[in-house]
């Protein structure tokens, strides 16, 4: 069990390489002897070299993945046990083409899962301007259009903890900084514990509490920022 101050404590992680492309998994880790802890609404940002295993330690954490060793605790919980709610936005945004931009917003709730009141959902669209795009399909937006509507959907969930994987890939700079400033500013009002992977240089890296960079020979680096 996690300690009081602690809503996520990962343990002595190991995780072997997934299968991938129709090739079968490996019994050869692409993280081990990972520990870190992040306190409940504590932001963590994730840095390191393509193909060091950020996105896998995502999956994990979302409990896509088994660890092969250690644990993963969220709230006193195993990351797959279906007690949790977890909000995960994937690369590549996850919006079904054939719903509308407002339906794929509601649709975690419509699966059953925990959603914050209709106030929260309204006010949470309006901060990502998204009032007006909610009748048109994800195919009709722009890049950064998709990007804010699947952020809407991951903070309109009432989720424990929101997993980011690159959220901001597709942008470039400029429209990279708009989008985490309107992160930054659902996080103000909806603060929940958030675990981002970005390989853009940020303009406010201090809104992370925490930097996790992976290096290779499973060594990393955790700081307080």
């Not at 299968?19 to 880790?29: K, W």
């Not at 407002?102 to 106030?119: F, H």
């Not at 942008?171 to 009002?189: G, N, P, T, V």
């Amino acid at each position: 069990m996690s300690s009081p101050a602690s809503f996520l404590t990962v343990s002595d992680l190991r995780i072997n390489r997934p299968p991938s492309g129709g090739r079968p998994a490996e019994d050869a880790p692409i993280i081990a002897h990972l520990s870190f802890t992040l306190a409940q609404g504590e932001f963590l940002q994730i840095n390191g070299a393509s193909g060091i295993g950020k996105s896998t330690l995502l999956n994990a954490l979302a409990g896509l993945l088994p660890a092969a060793a250690g644990s993963i605790i969220i709230g006193g919980y195993a990351a797959n046990d279906k007690h949790l709610a977890i909000a995960y936005v994937q690369q590549g945004y996850g919006l079904l083409p054939w719903k509308t931009v407002g339906a794929n917003i509601v649709l975690p709730g419509l699966l059953g899962g925990r959603m914050r009141s209709e106030a929260a959902q309204r006010h949470i669209i309006e901060t990502l301007q998204l009032t007006d795009l909610c009748t048109r399909y994800p195919q009709t937006l722009s890049g950064g259009q998709c990007q804010r509507a699947a952020l809407a959907r991951a903070f309109c969930q009432d989720a424990q903890l929101l997993l980011l994987d690159e959220p901001f890939s597709a942008l470039d700079a400029d429209k990279a900084a708009e989008a985490f400033e309107l992160l930054l500013a659902l996080r103000e009002q909806y603060p929940v514990t958030t675990v981002m992977v970005t390989h853009h240089a940020l303009p406010r890296r201090l809104a992370a509490h925490k930097l996790l960079t992976l290096l290779p020979d499973f060594q990393y680096t955790l700081e307080d920022v």
